[in-house]
T-cell receptor
Framework: AQKITQTQPGMFVQEKEAVTLDCTYD???????LFWYKQPSSGEMIFLIY??????QNATEGRYSLNFQKARKSANLVISASQLGDSAMYFC?????????????FGSGTRLSIRP | DSGVTQTPKHLITATGQRVTLRCSPR?????VYWYQQSLDQGLQFLIQ???????AKGNILERFSAQQFPDLHSELNLSSLELGDSALYFC?????????????FGDGTRLSIL
């Protein structure tokens, strides 16, 4: 069965440091996609980055990169040079299949707080 | 601004009532998704529509129903409301229903049941 685990309920990081948010997943489908979303205190959900199970390279989007380790079933989000505006909840999510009627599941989230 | 519009932003009602939440997807997006976010359950996928047809179903209660209209906007109907239905309801849209497409979320409708 699909499962997403985020083991860090909260993290504190000093401004300008890099931070890694952990995400492990479980699926029996060889085709799947992994997503990261950011939810600031204002409540909106912001798409950050996507990694497909067949992608050969780790996804990157600006200061965000996804450390995809397929054999370990992990998809950690790395934020380089953290900023005060990065303080938010971060959710990892997974969807099985490429053209799929499967549901999308989200992890429980990690609350990231950036210290000045 | 994600381009996804949800109305209303806030809704306060009583137990036993029925409400309708509305979502307009981003221009060009054919697929609409509904999610419920509550403190105890986290972010739960409810249902997905693609070009008017139901595509995937998650943890949606029988008291809840949704549809996507020919103009692609979607409505989520919640009936016989209970205190536990208080939550933030998100709509998201994507270009198509493909698994790898990112979903763009609206700002949500906060539903409070008194």
């Amino acid at each position: 069965a699909q499962k997403i685990t985020q083991t860090q309920p909260g993290m504190f990081v000093q401004e300008k440091e890099a931070v890694t948010l952990d995400c492990t997943y479980d699926t029996s489908d060889p085709s799947y996609g992994l997503f990261w979303y950011k939810q600031p205190s204002s409540g909106e959900m912001i798409f950050l980055i996507y990694q497909g199970s067949y992608d050969q390279q780790n996804a990157t989007e600006g200061r965000y990169s996804l450390n995809f380790q397929k054999a370990r079933k992990s998809a950690n989000l790395v934020i380089s040079a953290s900023q005060l505006g990065d303080s938010a909840m971060y959710f990892c999510a997974m969807r099985e299949g490429v053209w799929s009627a499967s549901k999308i599941i989200f992890g429980s989230g990690t609350r990231l707080s950036i210290r000045p | 601004d994600s381009g996804v519009t949800q109305t209303p932003k806030h809704l306060i009602t009583a137990t036993g009532q029925r409400v309708t939440l509305r979502c307009s997807p981003r221009s060009g997006d054919l697929s609409v998704y509904w999610y419920q976010q509550s403190l105890d359950q986290g972010l739960q996928f409810l249902i997905q529509y693609y070009n008017g047809e139901e595509r995937a179903k998650g943890n949606i209660l029988e008291r809840f129903s949704a549809q996507q209209f020919p103009d692609l906007h979607s409505e989520l109907n919640l009936s016989s409301l209970e205190l536990g239905d208080s939550a933030l309801y998100f709509c998201a849209s994507s270009v198509d229903g493909k698994g790898g497409q990112p979903q763009h979320f609206g700002d949500g409708t906060r539903l409070s049941i008194l």
